[in-house]
């Protein structure tokens, strides 16, 4: 079966300043991810690990420095014309910022209008768009424009485009940010009860209950990398890397104190050298600050770069 969304060893560095000089840090730092058909990834990590950037290269919005990008087992960044027409109806992405694909100067019922054209041409409109608005909370707010909807309601509007568009794989990055938890939970009820068979799903949050809760697998980014990756069943019943238990103690699922920290984290090309955890891990090592740890497996489908979790020794060949 092939993936759903394959990327390998992607690197990207954003450029600054009048002469275009690439970040000392880098947004992605060799980044290994595999999404499957009809599975939920959770990809966790703090503001500025990654993730957004991550998103827009797998969508084909920006373009990585380095690496491979496969979408329904198609070389994204080589489609041209009428397939990558086809691939925008196949792969449907939800910003945290809901405005970013909603026109402010059409009503709701226009906005969806719109999708239906572009993605069912001449199914009939009218029942399908009462249909989803009413799926979505949103039968009385048709005629409202953007700037007349609430955060929650803008969010609805793009859950209903997806709902309308009925893709293989849909990249959401942060779609509850900012949102109660009812609210959170009602926008993920909708956008993962899926109508089309084997739906991916790449569901990007700082929440990390938010992902432990729907996802079926789990991936941890820092610094640009992923430094953990396992199935969700063994959230908090496994050594993690120092920074996901930094994350659980923070979301509250672990009791114990936070350990306490031998200092800021640097943020310098240093990061890209070691381990970017390296200042803040209690547990940091003499090679921490030198060497990459490689992503490595300590149980089965469970992968974790850390030089103080180095594999057990059944694992080693």
């Known amino acids: 079966m092939r993936p759903a969304l394959r990327l390998s060893g992607l690197h990207k560095r954003y450029r600054r300043g009048l002469w275009g000089r690439p970040d000392a840090v880098p947004a992605l730092d060799g980044v290994d991810l595999?999404?499957?058909?009809?599975?939920?990834?959770?990809?966790?990590?703090?503001?500025?690990?990654?993730?957004?950037?991550?998103?827009?290269?797998?969508?084909?919005?920006?373009?990585?420095?380095?690496?491979?990008?496969?979408?329904?087992?198609?070389?994204?960044h080589q489609l041209r014309g009428a397939e990558l027409d086809r691939f925008r109806r196949r792969v449907q992405p939800i910003f945290q910022e809901a405005e970013a694909h909603l026109d402010p100067g059409l009503s709701v019922r226009r906005i969806l209008a719109q999708?239906?054209?572009?993605?069912?041409?001449?199914?009939?409109?009218?029942?399908?768009?009462?249909e989803v608005l009413e799926r979505v909370g949103l039968g009385d707010r048709a005629d409202a424009f953007v700037d007349q909807l609430s955060g929650g309601e803008r969010r609805r509007v793009g859950v209903a485009r997806v709902l309308l568009c009925r893709p293989e794989l849909v990249?959401?990055?942060?779609?509850?940010?900012?949102?109660?938890?009812?609210?959170?939970?009602?926008?993920?009820e909708l956008l993962l009860c899926s109508e089309v068979p084997g739906r991916a799903t790449l569901l990007i949050s700082h929440d990390l209950p938010l992902l432990a809760g729907v996802a079926t697998r789990l991936a941890v980014m820092l610094g640009g990398r992923v430094v953990e990756h396992l199935p969700i069943e063994l959230?908090?019943?496994?050594?993690?890397?120092?920074?996901?238990?930094?994350?659980?103690?923070?979301?509250?699922?672990?009791?114990?104190?936070?350990?306490?920290?031998?200092?800021?984290?640097?943020?310098?090309?240093?990061?890209?050298?070691?381990?970017?955890w390296v200042g803040a891990c209690p547990e940091q090592q003499a090679e921490c600050s030198a060497q990459r740890p490689p992503l490595a497996e300590r149980s089965p489908g469970h992968e974790v770069a850390c030089h103080a979790l180095s594999p057990p020794p059944s694992l080693i060949r």
């Open 34 to 76: 595999v999404v499957q058909p009809g599975e939920i990834l959770g990809l966790a990590g703090e503001s500025g690990s990654g993730k957004t950037t991550l998103a827009r290269v797998a969508l084909g919005l920006i373009r990585p420095d380095a690496g491979q990008v496969e979408v329904l087992g198609q070389p994204i």
């Open 235 to 276: 959230l908090g019943h496994v050594p993690h890397h120092p920074f996901t238990q930094a994350l659980l103690v923070a979301s509250g699922a672990r009791s114990r104190p936070e350990p306490e920290t031998s200092g800021p984290r640097p943020r310098s090309v240093e990061r890209s050298v070691g381990c970017p």
């Open 171 to 188: 990249i959401a990055d942060e779609p509850t940010a900012g949102l109660d938890a009812a609210r959170k939970h009602e926008i993920l």
């Open 115 to 130: 999708t239906l054209a572009i993605h069912r041409p001449g199914e009939a409109a009218p029942p399908l768009l009462t």
